[in-house]
Protein backbone atom coordinates (compact mmCIF):
# COMPACT_ATOMS: atom_id res chain seq x y z
CA UNK A 1 0.00 0.00 0.00
CA UNK A 2 1.55 3.37 -1.29
CA UNK A 3 1.30 6.76 0.85
CA UNK A 4 -0.82 7.48 -2.27
CA UNK A 5 -3.59 5.00 -1.42
CA UNK A 6 -5.54 7.21 1.41
CA UNK A 7 -6.05 10.45 -0.74
CA UNK A 8 -9.69 9.84 -1.48
CA UNK A 9 -10.68 11.25 -5.08
CA UNK A 10 -7.26 13.31 -5.71
CA UNK A 11 -6.01 10.34 -8.78
CA UNK A 12 -4.77 13.27 -10.84
CA UNK A 13 -3.01 15.18 -7.86
CA UNK A 14 -1.53 11.67 -6.89
CA UNK A 15 0.49 11.48 -10.15
CA UNK A 16 1.26 14.64 -10.27
CA UNK A 17 3.27 14.09 -6.53
CA UNK A 18 4.27 10.78 -7.66
CA UNK A 19 6.28 12.68 -10.94
CA UNK A 20 7.53 14.83 -8.80
CA UNK A 21 8.61 12.44 -6.05
CA UNK A 22 10.02 10.58 -8.32
CA UNK A 23 11.90 13.64 -9.74
CA UNK A 24 13.03 14.76 -6.30
CA UNK A 25 14.17 10.97 -5.65
CA UNK A 26 16.64 11.12 -9.15
CA UNK A 27 18.02 14.79 -7.58
CA UNK A 28 19.03 12.85 -4.32
CA UNK A 29 20.51 10.42 -5.45
CA UNK A 30 22.70 11.37 -7.63
CA UNK A 31 23.85 14.02 -5.40
CA UNK A 32 22.33 16.65 -7.67
CA UNK A 33 20.68 18.63 -4.91
CA UNK A 34 22.72 21.17 -4.34
CA UNK A 35 22.62 22.51 -8.09
CA UNK A 36 19.36 24.26 -9.36
CA UNK A 37 16.58 22.28 -10.62
CA UNK A 38 16.43 21.50 -13.89
CA UNK A 39 13.57 23.51 -15.90
CA UNK A 40 11.45 19.95 -17.19
CA UNK A 41 11.75 18.74 -13.41
CA UNK A 42 8.54 18.29 -12.31
CA UNK A 43 10.17 18.66 -8.37
CA UNK A 44 9.74 22.27 -6.75
CA UNK A 45 10.68 23.80 -3.63
CA UNK A 46 7.81 25.11 -2.65
CA UNK A 47 4.03 23.57 -3.22
CA UNK A 48 0.77 25.35 -2.11
CA UNK A 49 -2.17 22.78 -1.73
CA UNK A 50 -5.66 24.30 -1.95
CA UNK A 51 -9.49 22.60 -1.87
CA UNK A 52 -12.61 22.79 0.16
CA UNK A 53 -12.63 21.32 3.65
CA UNK A 54 -12.66 17.58 3.96
CA UNK A 55 -10.88 17.09 0.71
CA UNK A 56 -7.37 16.05 2.32
CA UNK A 57 -4.88 18.90 1.75
CA UNK A 58 -3.11 17.87 4.91
CA UNK A 59 -3.12 14.89 4.28
CA UNK A 60 -2.01 15.05 0.29
CA UNK A 61 0.84 17.23 1.67
CA UNK A 62 2.11 14.62 4.24
CA UNK A 63 1.73 11.80 2.07
CA UNK A 64 4.00 14.20 -0.36
CA UNK A 65 6.26 14.29 2.45
CA UNK A 66 6.14 10.60 3.30
CA UNK A 67 7.48 10.17 -0.53
CA UNK A 68 10.00 12.56 0.05
CA UNK A 69 12.04 10.99 2.38
CA UNK A 70 11.07 7.03 1.09
CA UNK A 71 13.82 5.07 1.95
CA UNK A 72 12.58 1.73 0.81
CA UNK A 73 15.14 -0.87 -0.82
CA UNK A 74 12.87 -1.32 -3.86
CA UNK A 75 14.02 2.15 -5.61
CA UNK A 76 17.18 0.62 -6.56
CA UNK A 77 15.17 -1.51 -8.77
CA UNK A 78 12.92 0.98 -10.17
CA UNK A 79 10.39 1.13 -7.42
CA UNK A 80 8.44 4.28 -7.21
CA UNK A 81 9.48 6.88 -3.72
CA UNK A 82 6.41 6.49 -0.98
CA UNK A 83 6.03 2.36 -0.79
CA UNK A 84 4.02 3.48 2.89
CA UNK A 85 5.79 0.59 4.78
CA UNK A 86 9.61 1.97 5.30
CA UNK A 87 11.14 3.99 7.99
CA UNK A 88 11.11 7.11 6.12
CA UNK A 89 7.42 6.50 5.15
CA UNK A 90 6.29 5.66 8.59
CA UNK A 91 7.73 8.44 10.44
CA UNK A 92 6.65 11.22 8.28
CA UNK A 93 3.67 9.89 8.36
CA UNK A 94 2.54 9.38 12.14
CA UNK A 95 4.61 13.15 12.38
CA UNK A 96 7.43 11.83 14.21
CA UNK A 97 10.54 12.06 11.33
CA UNK A 98 12.98 14.35 12.76
CA UNK A 99 13.06 16.45 9.06
CA UNK A 100 8.61 17.09 8.59
CA UNK A 101 8.37 19.97 10.52
CA UNK A 102 4.36 20.10 10.71
CA UNK A 103 2.93 23.87 11.98
CA UNK A 104 -0.95 24.56 12.95
CA UNK A 105 -2.23 27.27 13.67
CA UNK A 106 -2.46 26.36 17.92
CA UNK A 107 -5.20 29.70 18.10
CA UNK A 108 -7.01 32.08 15.16
CA UNK A 109 -3.19 32.47 13.85
CA UNK A 110 0.10 31.52 13.02
CA UNK A 111 1.98 34.27 15.50
CA UNK A 112 5.64 35.17 14.46
CA UNK A 113 6.99 33.77 17.43
CA UNK A 114 5.47 30.31 16.30
CA UNK A 115 7.61 30.32 12.90
CA UNK A 116 10.81 31.30 14.07
CA UNK A 117 12.36 28.05 15.49
CA UNK A 118 10.45 26.52 12.33
CA UNK A 119 12.10 29.08 9.83
CA UNK A 120 15.36 29.05 11.00
CA UNK A 121 14.91 25.29 10.95
CA UNK A 122 14.36 25.88 6.80
CA UNK A 123 17.74 27.05 5.87
CA UNK A 124 19.29 23.60 7.68
CA UNK A 125 20.48 20.74 5.81
CA UNK A 126 18.15 17.72 6.59
CA UNK A 127 19.53 15.34 9.44
CA UNK A 128 18.37 11.92 9.03
CA UNK A 129 16.06 12.41 5.94
CA UNK A 130 16.61 13.19 2.02
CA UNK A 131 14.85 16.35 2.30
CA UNK A 132 14.20 19.28 4.85
CA UNK A 133 10.19 19.27 4.72
CA UNK A 134 8.01 22.27 6.21
CA UNK A 135 4.50 21.68 6.24
CA UNK A 136 2.15 24.63 7.06
CA UNK A 137 -1.24 23.54 7.93
CA UNK A 138 -3.48 26.55 8.10
CA UNK A 139 -1.53 28.96 5.90
CA UNK A 140 -4.37 31.10 5.59
CA UNK A 141 -4.17 31.60 9.28
CA UNK A 142 -0.13 33.35 8.47
CA UNK A 143 -0.56 37.07 9.93
CA UNK A 144 1.39 40.28 8.72
CA UNK A 145 4.66 39.18 10.38
CA UNK A 146 4.73 35.40 10.32
CA UNK A 147 3.28 35.51 6.63
CA UNK A 148 6.62 38.11 5.85
CA UNK A 149 8.80 35.31 7.39
CA UNK A 150 7.71 32.65 5.40
CA UNK A 151 7.54 34.75 2.21
CA UNK A 152 11.41 35.14 2.76
CA UNK A 153 12.30 31.67 3.43
CA UNK A 154 10.43 30.52 0.11
CA UNK A 155 12.21 33.16 -1.43
CA UNK A 156 15.37 31.90 -0.52
CA UNK A 157 15.49 28.01 0.46
CA UNK A 158 18.37 26.22 1.16
CA UNK A 159 18.66 23.51 -1.55
CA UNK A 160 17.19 20.46 0.45
CA UNK A 161 14.44 22.08 1.44
CA UNK A 162 10.51 21.78 0.63
CA UNK A 163 7.56 24.25 1.62
CA UNK A 164 4.44 22.72 1.49
CA UNK A 165 1.51 25.18 2.44
CA UNK A 166 -2.24 24.25 2.58
CA UNK A 167 -5.01 26.33 2.52
CA UNK A 168 -8.96 26.70 1.52
CA UNK A 169 -7.99 28.63 -1.46
CA UNK A 170 -5.44 30.87 -3.92
CA UNK A 171 -6.92 33.93 -2.03
CA UNK A 172 -6.03 32.70 1.46
CA UNK A 173 -2.47 33.31 0.80
CA UNK A 174 -0.29 36.71 0.37
CA UNK A 175 0.08 36.74 -3.92
CA UNK A 176 4.00 37.16 -2.93
CA UNK A 177 4.29 33.59 -1.07
CA UNK A 178 1.70 31.80 -3.83
CA UNK A 179 3.14 33.01 -6.46
CA UNK A 180 6.63 31.23 -5.57
CA UNK A 181 4.56 28.15 -5.36
CA UNK A 182 3.25 25.29 -7.23
CA UNK A 183 -0.18 25.34 -7.04
CA UNK A 184 -2.48 21.57 -6.85
CA UNK A 185 -6.07 22.42 -6.52
CA UNK A 186 -7.97 19.25 -4.51
CA UNK A 187 -11.78 18.23 -5.30
CA UNK A 188 -14.36 17.20 -3.01
CA UNK A 189 -14.32 13.33 -2.66
CA UNK A 190 -17.35 11.78 -3.68
CA UNK A 191 -19.63 10.06 -1.09
CA UNK A 192 -18.85 6.67 -2.97
CA UNK A 193 -15.69 7.34 -2.61
CA UNK A 194 -15.43 8.25 0.80
CA UNK A 195 -17.58 5.67 1.80
CA UNK A 196 -15.61 2.87 -0.19
CA UNK A 197 -12.07 4.13 2.01
CA UNK A 198 -14.45 3.87 5.14
CA UNK A 199 -15.12 0.29 4.59
CA UNK A 200 -11.47 -0.43 3.36
CA UNK A 201 -9.42 1.04 5.96
CA UNK A 202 -12.03 1.26 8.69
CA UNK A 203 -13.42 -2.16 8.20
CA UNK A 204 -17.31 -0.23 9.11
CA UNK A 205 -20.56 -1.50 7.62
CA UNK A 206 -21.39 0.06 4.06
CA UNK A 207 -24.24 1.31 5.08
CA UNK A 208 -22.91 3.30 8.28
CA UNK A 209 -20.08 4.28 5.76
CA UNK A 210 -22.55 5.35 3.12
CA UNK A 211 -24.70 7.37 5.67
CA UNK A 212 -21.81 9.08 7.40
CA UNK A 213 -20.08 9.87 3.70
CA UNK A 214 -23.55 11.26 2.44
CA UNK A 215 -24.09 13.67 6.25
CA UNK A 216 -20.37 14.88 5.65
CA UNK A 217 -20.87 15.50 1.44
CA UNK A 218 -17.56 14.12 1.21
CA UNK A 219 -15.52 15.76 4.02
CA UNK A 220 -13.55 12.51 4.88
CA UNK A 221 -12.27 13.13 8.36
CA UNK A 222 -15.43 14.32 9.89
CA UNK A 223 -17.09 11.39 7.75
CA UNK A 224 -14.74 8.60 10.01
CA UNK A 225 -15.63 10.64 12.79
CA UNK A 226 -19.64 10.33 12.74
CA UNK A 227 -19.19 7.02 11.66
CA UNK A 228 -16.62 6.17 14.48
CA UNK A 229 -17.89 8.40 17.56
CA UNK A 230 -21.08 8.22 19.31
CA UNK A 231 -20.38 11.84 21.22
CA UNK A 232 -20.20 13.22 17.51
CA UNK A 233 -23.63 11.65 16.18
CA UNK A 234 -25.20 12.57 19.63
CA UNK A 235 -23.72 16.35 18.89
CA UNK A 236 -25.17 16.46 14.96
CA UNK A 237 -28.53 15.19 16.12
CA UNK A 238 -29.09 17.81 18.28
CA UNK A 239 -27.74 20.86 16.21
CA UNK A 240 -30.21 19.09 13.32
CA UNK A 241 -33.19 19.34 16.16
CA UNK A 242 -32.16 23.21 16.42
CA UNK A 243 -34.29 24.48 13.46
CA UNK A 244 -37.27 22.90 15.54
CA UNK A 245 -36.63 25.00 18.39
CA UNK A 246 -36.66 28.36 17.99
CA UNK A 247 -40.67 29.19 17.54
CA UNK A 248 -39.87 32.00 20.32
CA UNK A 249 -37.07 33.91 21.50
CA UNK A 250 -36.10 32.18 24.46
CA UNK A 251 -35.90 29.18 22.25
CA UNK A 252 -33.82 30.84 20.47
CA UNK A 253 -31.54 31.98 22.87
CA UNK A 254 -31.75 28.59 24.71
CA UNK A 255 -30.71 27.30 21.59
CA UNK A 256 -27.86 29.74 21.22
CA UNK A 257 -26.86 28.99 24.66
CA UNK A 258 -26.76 25.29 24.26
CA UNK A 259 -24.77 25.24 21.12
CA UNK A 260 -22.52 27.42 22.65
CA UNK A 261 -22.22 25.42 25.67
CA UNK A 262 -21.29 21.84 23.42
CA UNK A 263 -18.49 23.72 21.77
CA UNK A 264 -17.03 24.65 24.66
CA UNK A 265 -17.04 21.35 26.57
CA UNK A 266 -15.31 20.06 23.39
CA UNK A 267 -12.81 22.50 23.76
CA UNK A 268 -12.68 21.25 27.49
CA UNK A 269 -12.13 17.25 26.73
CA UNK A 270 -9.26 18.25 24.23
CA UNK A 271 -7.57 20.38 26.57
CA UNK A 272 -7.76 17.12 29.28
CA UNK A 273 -6.51 15.17 26.67
CA UNK A 274 -3.52 17.01 25.70
CA UNK A 275 -2.68 20.10 28.02
CA UNK A 276 -1.83 17.84 31.02
CA UNK A 277 0.83 15.68 29.02
CA UNK A 278 2.20 18.94 27.51
CA UNK A 279 2.17 20.57 30.57
CA UNK A 280 4.25 17.54 32.32
CA UNK A 281 6.30 16.86 29.53
CA UNK A 282 7.69 20.76 29.35
CA UNK A 283 8.71 20.39 33.21
CA UNK A 284 10.44 17.28 32.70
CA UNK A 285 12.15 19.25 30.12
CA UNK A 286 12.96 21.87 32.67
CA UNK A 287 14.44 19.20 35.10
CA UNK A 288 11.33 19.78 37.80
CA UNK A 289 12.20 18.42 41.32
CA UNK A 290 10.29 15.82 42.70
CA UNK A 291 6.92 17.09 43.81
CA UNK A 292 6.39 19.32 40.67
CA UNK A 293 8.74 22.31 42.20
CA UNK A 294 10.14 24.36 39.31
CA UNK A 295 14.00 25.27 38.74
CA UNK A 296 14.22 29.17 38.52
CA UNK A 297 13.72 30.98 36.04
CA UNK A 298 11.35 28.63 34.00
CA UNK A 299 8.32 30.32 35.15
CA UNK A 300 8.20 32.41 31.70
CA UNK A 301 8.25 29.54 30.03
CA UNK A 302 5.15 27.72 31.80
CA UNK A 303 3.13 30.81 30.72
CA UNK A 304 4.25 30.66 26.91
CA UNK A 305 2.66 27.32 27.36
CA UNK A 306 -0.57 28.29 29.51
CA UNK A 307 -0.90 30.79 26.49
CA UNK A 308 -0.75 29.06 23.47
CA UNK A 309 -3.29 26.34 25.02
CA UNK A 310 -5.47 28.95 26.17
CA UNK A 311 -5.59 30.30 22.50
CA UNK A 312 -6.00 26.49 21.34
CA UNK A 313 -9.26 25.86 23.36
CA UNK A 314 -10.55 28.85 22.07
CA UNK A 315 -9.44 27.60 18.55
CA UNK A 316 -11.37 24.30 19.15
CA UNK A 317 -14.78 26.13 20.49
CA UNK A 318 -14.86 28.21 17.16
CA UNK A 319 -13.59 25.06 15.06
CA UNK A 320 -16.69 22.78 16.73
CA UNK A 321 -18.99 25.67 16.16
CA UNK A 322 -17.99 25.70 12.97
CA UNK A 323 -18.70 22.19 12.12
CA UNK A 324 -21.96 22.87 13.71
CA UNK A 325 -22.88 25.96 11.21
CA UNK A 326 -21.91 23.66 8.64
CA UNK A 327 -24.40 21.13 9.54
CA UNK A 328 -27.23 23.50 9.81
CA UNK A 329 -26.04 24.92 6.33
CA UNK A 330 -26.71 21.79 4.73
CA UNK A 331 -29.72 21.20 6.64
CA UNK A 332 -31.49 24.40 5.41
CA UNK A 333 -29.79 23.52 1.79
CA UNK A 334 -31.86 20.16 1.51
CA UNK A 335 -34.97 22.37 2.42
CA UNK A 336 -34.78 24.29 0.17
CA UNK A 337 -34.03 21.12 -2.36
CA UNK A 338 -37.64 20.03 -1.33
CA UNK A 339 -39.15 23.36 -1.72
CA UNK A 340 -37.71 23.45 -5.41
CA UNK A 341 -38.40 19.89 -6.00
CA UNK A 342 -34.81 18.68 -6.31
CA UNK A 343 -34.20 15.08 -7.12
CA UNK A 344 -30.49 15.84 -5.74
CA UNK A 345 -30.00 13.50 -2.80
CA UNK A 346 -30.66 14.21 0.68
CA UNK A 347 -27.18 15.14 3.12
CA UNK A 348 -29.48 14.73 6.10
CA UNK A 349 -32.13 12.08 5.05
CA UNK A 350 -31.72 10.59 8.65
CA UNK A 351 -34.05 14.02 9.49
CA UNK A 352 -36.45 14.03 6.45
CA UNK A 353 -39.52 14.12 8.87
CA UNK A 354 -38.23 17.96 10.04
CA UNK A 355 -37.20 18.61 6.17
CA UNK A 356 -40.05 18.46 4.77
CA UNK A 357 -42.25 20.02 7.74
CA UNK A 358 -40.17 23.21 7.02
CA UNK A 359 -40.17 22.68 3.47
CA UNK A 360 -44.17 22.85 3.61
CA UNK A 361 -43.95 26.25 6.79
CA UNK A 362 -41.82 28.48 4.63
CA UNK A 363 -40.66 29.34 1.16
CA UNK A 364 -37.18 29.23 -0.56
CA UNK A 365 -37.01 32.93 -0.19
CA UNK A 366 -36.94 32.37 3.60
CA UNK A 367 -34.80 29.56 3.66
CA UNK A 368 -31.98 31.06 1.59
CA UNK A 369 -32.11 34.09 3.92
CA UNK A 370 -31.67 31.53 6.92
CA UNK A 371 -28.51 30.09 5.02
CA UNK A 372 -26.98 33.76 4.36
CA UNK A 373 -27.90 34.23 8.57
CA UNK A 374 -25.38 30.87 9.02
CA UNK A 375 -22.87 32.28 6.74
CA UNK A 376 -22.98 35.92 8.58
CA UNK A 377 -22.95 34.07 12.25
CA UNK A 378 -19.52 32.19 10.60
CA UNK A 379 -17.75 35.60 9.24
CA UNK A 380 -18.99 37.33 12.67
CA UNK A 381 -16.92 34.55 14.66
CA UNK A 382 -14.10 35.08 11.84
CA UNK A 383 -13.72 38.62 13.56
CA UNK A 384 -13.59 37.51 16.85
CA UNK A 385 -17.34 38.62 17.92
CA UNK A 386 -18.43 36.82 21.00
CA UNK A 387 -19.55 33.18 20.18
CA UNK A 388 -22.69 33.68 21.86
CA UNK A 389 -23.88 37.34 20.67
CA UNK A 390 -23.25 35.70 17.63
CA UNK A 391 -25.33 32.37 17.71
CA UNK A 392 -27.75 33.81 19.49
CA UNK A 393 -28.42 36.68 16.23
CA UNK A 394 -28.24 33.85 14.09
CA UNK A 395 -30.95 32.07 15.86
CA UNK A 396 -33.06 34.97 16.09
CA UNK A 397 -32.88 35.28 12.07
CA UNK A 398 -33.13 31.95 11.95
CA UNK A 399 -36.55 32.16 13.47
CA UNK A 400 -38.38 35.01 11.51
CA UNK A 401 -36.74 33.77 7.91
Known amino acids: ????DDLVGQEKVSEQLDAAARD???LVTAAAADTPLPEAS??????????????GRTQTARA?????????PDRALGGAPGCGFCDGCHTALVGTHADVTTVAAVGTQILAD???DTVRKSFTSPANGRWQVILVEDAERLNEKSANAVLKAVEEPAPRTVWLLCAPSLEDVLPTIRSRCRHLNLRTPSVEAV???????????????FAAARATQGHVDRARRLATDERARARRAAVLKLPLRIDDIGGCLRAAQELVDAATEDSKQLAEEMDGKETEEMKAALGAAQGGRMPRGTAGV???LEDRQKRRRTRTQRDSLDQALTDLTGFYRDVLALQFGSRIALAHADAEDALERLA?????????????AIAACREALDRNVAPLLAVEAMTMALRTG
Open 1 to 4: MTVW
Open 114 to 116: DMR
Open 42 to 55: KMTHAWLFTGPPGA
Open 64 to 72: FAAALQCVS
Open 360 to 372: RGSTPESTLRRIE
Open 24 to 26: ADA
Open 302 to 304: MKE
Open 195 to 209: ADMLVRRDGLEPETA
